[in-house]
């Protein structure tokens, strides 16, 4: 089962512009990753916050997370066209011993040169 | 290039046949999970392997299983193929199994069930 949902699904802007994409989930958490997918291959891992942390950066990222509301946001600023792919966000939840991620469907990101 | 290797890259199996995917992890990462990602899904956990051993399931039947070998190596086996099992199959390395660890993932095995 999907436990984060990104939001928009897919977003088309132009190089130079900010992009913002939210992720909700639905059950407490360690931490919430983003991580970037081209062209369905292999995934990248952007970037993590844990659930104490309420913002993070690294270089043209930015993430956000609000636990009382069990949501996060990646802002990627000054966009170019290579950063055109798929983001995800995951949770890792508490509790066992798997530590496994828990990934939303998606949002599509073109960026237009 | 995170260091993670899987083959093949792609494969095409009929309905009822059996599969075997392989994923080489990181150096020195002692754990690998599996995922499946269906066409414009997001991954769903399979399992994880620690130190050759399995170290949760997620919500699939039994005919998909799994091996870690001692060099961290390991495969996905998957019984009596479904037309639904067609899918992207990624594994992920760390380099423990503990919260917070970054998985590295490789480029995936494409499976086209037919």
């Known amino acids: 089962s999907q436990q984060g949902e990104e939001d928009p699904q897919a977003l088309s802007i132009q190089e130079g512009e900010n992009a913002t994409m939210n992720c909700s989930y639905k059950t407490s958490i360690n931490n919430l990753q983003w991580y970037r997918q081209n062209s369905g291959r292999g995934l990248v891992h952007l970037i993590l916050?844990?659930?104490?942390?309420r913002e993070k950066h690294s270089g043209r990222l930015r993430v956000t997370l609000d636990t009382s509301k069990k949501s996060s946001s990646l802002l990627i600023t000054a966009s170019r066209a290579a950063d055109t792919a798929s983001y995800f966000c995951?949770?890792?939840?508490?509790?066992?011993?798997?530590?496994?991620?828990?990934f939303g469907k998606g949002t599509l990101l073109t960026v237009n040169p | 290039e995170t260091g993670v290797t899987q083959s093949p890259t792609h494969l095409i199996k009929t309905r009822g046949q059996q599969v075997t995917l392989r994923c080489s992890s990181q150096s020195g990462h002692n754990t690998v999970s599996w995922y499946q990602q269906a066409l414009g899904q997001g991954p769903q956990f399979i399992f994880q392997?620690?130190?050759?051993?399995?170290?949760g399931r997620g919500n699939f039947p039994p005919r998909f299983s799994g091996l870690q070998f001692p060099n961290y190596s390991s495969e996905l086996n998957v019984n009596a193929l479904e037309l639904d099992d067609s899918a992207l199959y990624l594994c992920?390395?760390?380099?423990?199994?503990?919260?917070?660890?970054?998985?590295?993932f490789g480029p995936g095995t494409r499976l086209l069930v037919l």
């Open positions: 916050i844990r659930s104490n942390e």
């Open positions: 392997y620690y130190r050759e051993e399995e170290n």
């Open positions: 995951a949770t890792e939840s508490s509790g066992g011993s798997n530590y496994k991620l828990t």
């Open positions: 992920a390395s760390s380099l423990e199994r503990q919260g917070g660890e970054t998985q590295y």
